[in-house]
């Protein structure tokens, strides 16, 4: 089938059946919502993301440059979505991976929701970023490359795993900072966390022979291993409990260690100035 001046979806599903064409001229599709599913061929002359609708992708291999997801939500359930440069993301819209392949090629900016449901997804290429990661149970987001700057209200949650292996991680914010939200983990090993910002941590925070340039709000649990240490102004022991593994030194780096309300445990060692407070 063709169609010559253009095609909106808002809602509904789109279903080429195998061995058949959809081509789609003129304009192009512009994809509002509903979804796009079918064992046969998409040709679009463009594709356009507007609206905020829910769109699911459940089937076809399409390509987008510099998406700008304005609103709604768009969840790859099957098939292949392959973005090349910035991918953005606004307020109150959410990027989904479920299954399929989600392919980033290049920067993602996401002022929204970032959410992996499966699998484990690598953010190989940086991003500037103030929404929410979500990792679901069983899940893993994978920090691996490039620089990402996360400001003030970004959160990592979902009740599953964050790992930060490769390329630069910068915690920027320093009033509402970053949190690493409750049931979540937030694991680093030889990684240093770069910016002045705040981590808040409400969730498990593995730091194994890694650095914190910023400060450190911990408010769960905090396991600390090898040489790593905490140097912005402040390591608040809030609530929750700090554990030392054998034979590993945290070392706070200038400002001070704040124990308000906190257990600590291990064997380990604590360097720095400790203050009791609360």
Not at 18 to 43: E, I, K, R, S
Not at 125 to 150: C, Q, V, Y
Not at 157 to 186: K, M, Q
């Amino acid at each position: 089938a063709t169609i010559s001046g253009g095609l909106s979806s808002q809602s509904g599903t789109i279903n080429p059946s195998v061995g058949h064409t959809l081509t789609v001229a003129g304009t192009g599709l512009d994809w509002q919502g509903g979804t796009l599913t079918g064992l046969g061929t998409y040709t679009l002359s463009s594709l356009t993301i507007t609206g905020s609708g829910s769109r699911v992708l459940d089937g076809p291999t399409l390509s987008v440059a510099n998406l700008n997801l304005p609103g709604g939500s768009l969840d790859v359930q099957a098939g292949t979505l392959n973005l090349s440069g910035t991918t953005s993301i606004a307020a109150g819209a959410t990027l989904a991976f479920s299954g399929g392949a989600l392919n980033l090629g290049g920067a993602l900016d996401s002022a929204g929701i970032f959410d992996v449901n499966a699998g484990v997804f690598n953010l190989g290429n940086g991003g500037n970023s103030s929404g929410s990661f979500d990792a679901a149970l069983g899940a893993t987001i994978n920090f691996s490359g490039g620089t990402h700057n996360l400001a003030d209200g970004t959160t990592l949650s979902g009740g599953g795993n964050f790992a930060y292996t490769g390329g630069a991680l910068d915690i920027n914010g320093g009033i509402t900072g970053t949190t690493v939200a409750a049931g979540t983990t937030l694991s680093a090993n030889g990684q240093t966390f770069g910016g002045t910002g705040k981590l808040v941590n409400l969730g498990t925070f593995n730091l194994a022979s890694s650095t914190v340039s910023g400060s450190v709000d911990n408010q769960g649990t905090l396991n600390a291993s090898g040489a790593s240490a905490v140097n912005g102004a402040t390591l608040d022991l809030t609530a929750g409990a700090l554990d030392l593994a054998a034979g590993g030194t945290l070392t706070k780096g200038g400002g001070s260690v704040n124990w308000i309300g906190s257990t600590i445990t291990g064997t380990g060692a604590l360097a720095g100035g400790l203050i009791f407070t609360g």
